[in-house]
């Protein structure tokens, strides 16, 4: 195609292409070395104030739009609230960082934390590693497993608060969108992606390093509590099984569907 150009042409579309490779590699360079460096700084230059404004809020939008009351009984609520706290001193962390909630919501398998330390947990997140667990579980071993299974998931969502994945990633979305505002003149996204990136960190699908360095955390802790990471290796099996079975064509375990394949987290935890 390039030989039925003038050379004129030719040279505009050799600038045009060597442009938009450039920008391309300085867009990853930016995306991949210098936003999770700044994002961190800014991250923890920011009050804590601010972390627990938009925690409460986060929250509180969702209660509106999303969830309802646990419907999981009493018992079990007290229990896993018990063995949560238990856990946080376990772990010699400071309990008025960390706030377990227990929310229903419309069945879907879902835990997360918010910039403010809150953890919530869904009532089919809890049902559903009960349900299956207990299946497989020696008759006298039944409640050890599930504490452990439960465990492991609110450990890796205490990895991500310990890490401060949320504020950080947020950030780096936001100035990645920034940059590339001003570089392309359109700055009518920026205020959105800050709002919507703040409020709803759940919606921002954190990026495999994250996620992976969080099911570490997870790993680490839970070795160090029982001798291996067996807990979480198992809760996450049963969860992506749990996955396929539910619905192939269009899944609603949103725990799973932000993170890396079962393979790739299993191999990174062995």
């Known amino acids: 195609m390039l030989s039925r150009l003038t050379e004129k042409q030719r040279q505009w579309a050799l600038i045009i292409f060597f ?24 991250a923890d230059k ?4 601010i972390y627990q404004s938009i925690g409460q809020s986060a929250l509180e939008q969702l209660d509106e739009t999303e969830f309802s009351d646990s419907e999981l009984d009493v018992t079990t609520q007290d229990a896993i609230r018990t063995d949560f706290n238990q856990l946080i001193n376990e772990l010699n962390l400071d309990p008025d960082r960390f706030t377990l909630h227990m929310r229903h919501w419309e069945g879907q398998m879902n835990a997360f934390a918010l910039m403010d330390g809150s953890i919530v947990i869904t009532d089919a997140l809890v049902n ?23 465990r492991a998931v609110l450990l890796h969502e205490i990895g991500h608060i310990e890490h401060n994945h949320l504020m950080e990633h947020t950030i780096r979305v936001s100035l990645f969108y920034i940059s590339a505002s001003l570089i392309f003149g359109d700055i009518s996204v920026v205020s959105q992606i800050l709002l919507e990136g703040s409020t709803m960190g759940l ?4 990026s495999r390093d994250l996620e992976v360095e969080a099911d570490q955390y997870a790993a680490d802790q839970l070795t160090k509590l029982y001798g291996s990471p067996a807990a979480l290796i198992q809760a996450l099996t049963v969860l992506y099984q749990e996955s396929e079975q539910e619905n192939k064509s269009e899944p609603d375990l949103h725990w799973l569907s932000t993170h890396p394949n079962l393979e790739a987290r299993l191999e990174g935890i062995k």
């Not at 559903?128 to 439960?150: F, G, K, M």
């Not at 919606?203 to 954190?206: D, K, L, P």
């Open 19 to 42: 442009s938009v490779v450039t920008l391309a590699v300085l867009g990853y360079r930016l995306y991949h070395s210098f936003l999770p460096t700044a994002s961190t700084y800014i």
């Open 203 to 206: 919606n921002i699908a954190y």
């Open 128 to 150: 559903n590693l009960n349900a299956v667990l207990d299946s497989n579980a020696p008759h006298d071993s039944e409640q050890a497993l599930n504490t452990q299974a439960i």
């Open 46 to 49: 920011i009050p804590k104030e």
